[in-house]
């Protein structure tokens, strides 16, 4: 876990739960648009945030409900190891 990856969960995180872009994303926590996606693809692979995509539009990235509990400190970053 990095420093991005709680930036990135607390913007997609309670208490409005959002469904962003990975542009949107990088323009409200600061983060370059190539890192943001970097950042989510490992934070998908640990269950912490979902993606959708339809064929021919932009993936949305929301966050689970592991991602919530990790959010309120139920779980920490070696739980997430692989």
């Not at 926590?29 to 959708?52: A, N, P």
Request: charged share 25%.
């Amino acid at each position: 876990m990095k420093a991005a990856d709680q930036s990135v969960l607390q913007l997609l995180g309670p208490p409005k739960t959002l469904e962003l872009t990975p542009s949107n994303i990088a323009r409200n926590t600061g983060l370059s648009r190539g890192y943001t996606s970097e950042r989510l693809s490992e934070l998908v692979d640990h269950g912490l945030v979902s993606v959708e995509a339809e064929e021919g539009t932009h993936p949305y990235y929301s966050i689970t409900s592991k991602g919530e509990d990790f959010l309120e400190g139920n779980l920490k970053p070696e739980d997430l190891e692989n």
